[in-house]
């Protein structure tokens, strides 16, 4: 077996892998695929394992940007993670996420984040649950109901508007303090913004992009920095209700249209989870934001075996929003024990309490109402991949 990264001349065998590990693809797809995939093989974000002439399993790291409490940081998103059916039981998988961490490392990344088709292997090597996208199913009329407060100038957009919708991505999630959202860079953004199955609308702070699915309506993302411009986006989706019967949402958990739509008795919102793994522990805790109130002086001790660099007592810090983690040295005393896996849960607002009821967690619970309040967060991603 031997690692290496992936080229051109791979592009049939990946297919080929997908497609035994996914389900079919139809010609479009493949076609887009190939499209958003050429320009990451040069970068190194696309590694196969082969034996021989044969590939046998791959993965790629998708070059993203994902706010914590607001801050934006580097984030290596992994998916189309295949091992050939096959092959699978021969350690192939646990073989390609090493390299998969390693490489993270090496371009740059912070944290890491993927959607799993099975928990184990991933929780083993590092990753934990961290929190979902969130589809929302609304009646096509109660979005009628929403009116706008005010006129708001929307236009049309296009693969041109790509750079406006990334700075307004950039300062929603600043200014509402976001944790899990993610941003592609420009070239994926012209791409989406290429697609005719798409109807793509562009204001001031936000824009609104949905397509049809049979006679419901699909809002793929609709974010907006102020209350004229959300109610004139959800009232622009609502104008389609005596076409539509039901609009499928991505939404934040709790994002402003639950309280927008009149009639509100239940929810129906579908989860899909995602795991979050932090490559860079110091690094990672200097970008994130923390909240402005909260102050935390703790020594914890953390283990990763995967990234030795991230193991070993640990000095946190925060203070005035934002965190450093400084190397303790050997210090007397005992302290919280983390397992790389929980550190990143807690990093991602999963509570102490729930860390140590699972074992994650051990040692002395001092302070640990203080841990829960400067890391607190909602994690969500609006994007699935």
């Not at 109660?142 to 296009?158: C, D, F, N, S």
């Not at 793509?200 to 974010?223: C, M, P, Q």
């Not at 989870?273 to 805790?285: K, N, Q, Y």
């Amino acid at each position: 077996m031997e690692l290496r990264d992936l080229t051109v001349d791979d592009f049939d065998a990946v297919l080929d892998n997908r497609r035994r590990a996914f389900g079919p693809v139809s010609d479009g797809d493949a076609e887009v695929w190939r499209r958003h995939v050429l320009p990451v093989l040069a970068g190194g974000r696309y590694l196969g394992v082969v034996d021989g002439p044969r590939l046998v399993a791959t993965s790629k790291i998708n070059d993203l940007t994902q706010w914590w409490h607001g801050r934006p940081m580097p984030m290596g998103g992994i998916g189309s993670v295949t091992v050939a059916p096959e092959d699978r039981g021969r350690g192939v998988g646990r073989m390609l996420m090493r390299a998969t961490i390693d490489r993270c490392a090496e371009l740059g990344h912070l944290v890491s984040a993927l959607y799993p088709a099975t928990t184990r292997i991933y929780r083993s090597l590092g990753w934990e649950h961290a929190g979902a996208t969130h589809q929302a199913t609304l009646p096509a009329e109660a979005l009628r109901t929403i009116k706008p407060t005010e006129q708001v100038k929307i236009r049309r957009m296009g693969p041109d508007d790509a750079p406006e919708v990334i700075a307004i991505l950039g300062r929603v999630h600043a200014a509402t303090q976001a944790s899990g959202p993610v941003c592609w860079d420009e070239r994926i953004w012209r791409l989406w913004l290429e697609r005719k199955d798409y109807f793509l609308y562009l204001a001031d702070d936000g824009f609104l992009v949905y397509r049809w699915d049979g006679g419901d309506i699909e809002v793929d993302k609709l974010v907006a920095g102020s209350e004229a411009t959300t109610r004139a986006l959800w009232s622009l989706v609502g104008s389609s209700s005596s076409v539509a019967t039901s609009v499928h949402a991505v939404v934040a958990p709790d994002d402003p249209v639950f309280w927008l739509i009149g009639d509100r008795s239940s929810d129906e919102v579908r989860q899909t989870r995602w795991m979050f793994r932090v490559v860079d522990l110091p690094a990672a805790v200097a970008r994130r934001g923390f909240p402005a109130g909260v102050t935390l002086d703790a020594v914890i001790q953390v283990d990763d075996p995967q990234r030795p660099a991230n193991s070993g007592p640990w000095h946190l810090s925060v203070a005035g929003g934002s965190g450093t983690a400084e190397p303790a040295g050997t210090l007397p005393g005992t302290f919280p024990v983390f397992t790389v896996g929980a550190f990143s849960a807690l990093f991602a607002g999963v509570p102490t309490a729930t860390l140590r009821r699972s074992g994650t967690l051990t040692g002395p619970a001092d302070a640990h109402e203080v841990f829960d309040a400067a890391f607190h967060a909602r994690p969500h991603m609006l994007d699935h991949y």
